[in-house]
């Protein structure tokens, strides 16, 4: 695979009230980064620790990289303060971020804002984590990681999570992880879930 600056992530997610989620997520942009560079520069470094291999990249940085992002900003005093990380970078690659999911009531597919679900309390905290860190090591890997390094590593994690790499709309990465999982499952869709709407 190769890493373009339009890289978008997408992943399934099993939540406590929602069933499988899928979580979907644009990269943020260079000025972004060029912001925030110092603090995912020791989100990469402490994800890749003293081990050089791509396989322990791959498994231990999805873990920790909100943690760590957290953790190193707190250090350093940038994490709470006015434009610091807290409310510039984690909260644009919220922005950046939407889940999809099946309705309870039958209605079909709905997409929304992460944020959103995560004020409808649809994430509890532990996923909320869980999400935050693999979006926060996709955003260090892409943005930091020497391109080779990157393009090694994502695939091991897409065989291991699931993680799905493109230009897709969230749209066109639905339809795609629908299409696989009847594929998959020899089954037809029903009309409820071919149905998709977007919540803002």
């Known amino acids: 695979m190769k890493i373009t600056k339009d890289l978008r992530l997408g992943f399934p997610f099993e939540t406590e009230k929602l069933g499988t989620v899928l979580v979907y997520s644009s990269p943020i942009t260079r000025d972004t980064f060029e912001l925030y560079f110092a603090e995912l520069g020791a989100v990469f470094k402490a994800c890749y620790g003293n081990d050089d291999t791509a396989i322990h990249l791959a498994l231990v940085g999805p873990q920790i990289a909100y943690s760590a992002l957290k953790s190193y900003s707190m250090n350093a005093r940038t994490w709470d303060k006015p434009g610091g990380v807290q409310l510039g970078l984690v909260s644009e690659i919220v922005r950046l971020t939407s889940i999809s999911y099946a309705d309870p009531d039958g209605a079909g597919w709905k997409t929304l804002p992460l944020a959103v679900a995560q004020k409808r309390e649809l994430l509890d905290a532990d996923e909320s984590l869980e999400v935050l860190n693999s979006l926060v090591f996709f955003t260090a890997a892409c943005k930091v990681a020497p391109k080779p390094l ?11 999570l699931g993680w799905v790499y493109g230009s897709m709309t969230c749209t066109e990465f639905l339809d795609s992880w629908l299409k696989s999982t009847l594929d998959d499952t020899s089954e037809k869709p029903s009309d409820e879930l071919s149905q998709s709407s977007i919540i803002a």
């Open 150 to 160: 990157a393009e090694s590593m994502l695939p091991i994690i897409q065989q291991s």
